[in-house]
């Protein structure tokens, strides 16, 4: 199952400078693990202590993920993932 | 239809089936036609109602000075209020708004002052803020924070909405002010418990923007989260390809932020057709593209268009 997910600049570091790399999972969760043996470091990135980092908005088909269950938000095939830096606080 | 005045003519607009874009016939897509208000935005909505209370709590009277933070349309739907009921009327614009938009707010005798282009809507906001301290005789109706704003489309947008639509279910619009989201997310939700009320705003770290956007750090006072059911981050690219899409498939012009709406409202639509769902579906189109021809949005290809509108206020 191909989940496109767009890099943010500050995490290309991890992925070789690639902007957009593929994932598989069925949940969010899965997908971020996924990526993690594959990037080493990234997972630690995204998810502290099992949630979203709190400076991290990551947006599924462009819906914020914080609306539609968070880590355990479900994912299907040709899903796009876009992950990027919060500024000023992020979440309210 | 006959009405004693311009003023009076306000709202009432269409709701309008979108047959080409709807998924299916079970999921449907509704457009609200808000440009066919006296200025030709929703923000007529707003100004009038922001005046009336404010006469109404002896705020204003004849030959008072109204200031208002605006990137265009609120400026504009002021002016037009302020020069039929005698007030003079004072805009805080950033710099890189539509040559159009600066046209139209001096056609209606209104005063432009401009914040800089970096600094977007919270830079004007933040400068209007200032003014105001500087005269403190000066009215700001901030509409940001005037629960009129809300109030108009608690009173007349989401009644309207509903009456076309009993079996809505879904409400999406821009998030700016928030005043359209919360005013008609809260009658919606009250009519019809089960409504999603859906934000579309623009992606942070975009250049064009003017939508406000939450994560910059500014939380309009009108914004209760509670009321939305979702909310969409929509690039810009993809804000023009629908705006693109909605006037090549269903020949309606829209301004750019109509969509981001759009995108937000095909992005539920699609999540609806999957699970199997019915769907009615209406969003705002809050104002056509008139304004926004010299911007270059509707000329030559989708990446022609990104480019000559990058660093440009669309909203």
């Not at chain 2, 004849?62 to 007030?87: D, F, H, Q, W």
């Amino acid at each position: 199952m191909a989940i496109e997910v767009r890099i943010p600049t500050i995490l290309r570091n991890l992925t070789d400078d690639a902007k957009v790399v593929e994932g598989s999972g069925a949940t969010l969760e899965e997908l971020f693990t996924d990526l993690d043996g594959r990037y080493p470091g990234i997972g630690e990135r995204l998810v502290e202590d099992g949630k979203l980092r709190r400076f991290i908005n990551v947006y599924l088909n462009d819906e914020d993920v914080r609306f539609v269950g968070g880590l355990k938000a479900e994912l299907s095939d040709g899903d796009s993932v876009t992950v990027l830096p919060a500024v000023a606080g992020g979440s309210r | 239809m006959r009405y004693d005045s311009l003023l009076d003519s306000l709202g009432g607009t269409p709701l309008v089936g979108l047959p080409s874009l709807s998924p299916s016939p079970r999921v449907r897509l509704w457009a609200k036609l808000e440009d066919r208000n006296p200025t030709g935005s929703i923000k007529d909505r707003t100004a009038f109602f922001m005046i009336e209370q404010a006469e109404k709590d002896g705020l204003l009277s004849p030959g008072c000075t109204i200031l208002e933070p605006t990137s265009g349309n609120t400026g504009i739907s002021l002016a037009m209020v302020a020069k039929l009921r005698g007030y003079r009327m004072v805009c805080v614009m950033p710099e890189n708004t539509s040559a159009e938009r600066r046209q139209l707010l001096a056609m209606w005798g209104a005063e432009v002052h401009y914040s800089e282009a970096a600094g977007g809507s919270n830079e004007a906001v933040r400068v209007a803020k200032e003014m105001a301290k500087e005269n403190p005789d000066w009215v700001m109706l901030y509409q940001y924070g005037n629960p009129a704003n809300a109030r108009a489309h608690y009173e007349t947008t989401g009644p309207e909405i509903l009456a076309d639509l009993p079996g809505i279910t879904h409400f999406v619009a821009g998030l700016g002010t928030t005043g359209t989201l919360m005013g008609a997310g809260r009658y919606l939700r009250e009519q019809r418990p089960d409504v999603r009320i859906v934000a579309a705003e623009p992606r942070y770290g975009e250049l064009v923007y003017g939508l406000r956007n939450l994560d910059e750090g500014f939380v309009p006072e009108l914004y209760d989260e509670s009321v939305l059911t979702t909310r969409f981050s929509v690039p810009a690219e993809a804000a023009l390809r629908r705006t693109r899409e909605l006037l090549d498939r269903e020949g309606i012009f829209a301004g750019i932020s109509t969509g981001g709406a759009l995108h937000a409202a095909m992005g539920v639509a699609a999540k609806a057709e999957k699970a199997g769902e019915r769907a009615d579906i209406a969003f705002v189109i809050a104002d056509a593209g008139w304004k926004y021809l010299s911007t270059g949005a509707y000329e030559g290809t989708l990446e022609e268009a990104e480019d000559r509108l990058d660093g440009q206020l669309w909203a």
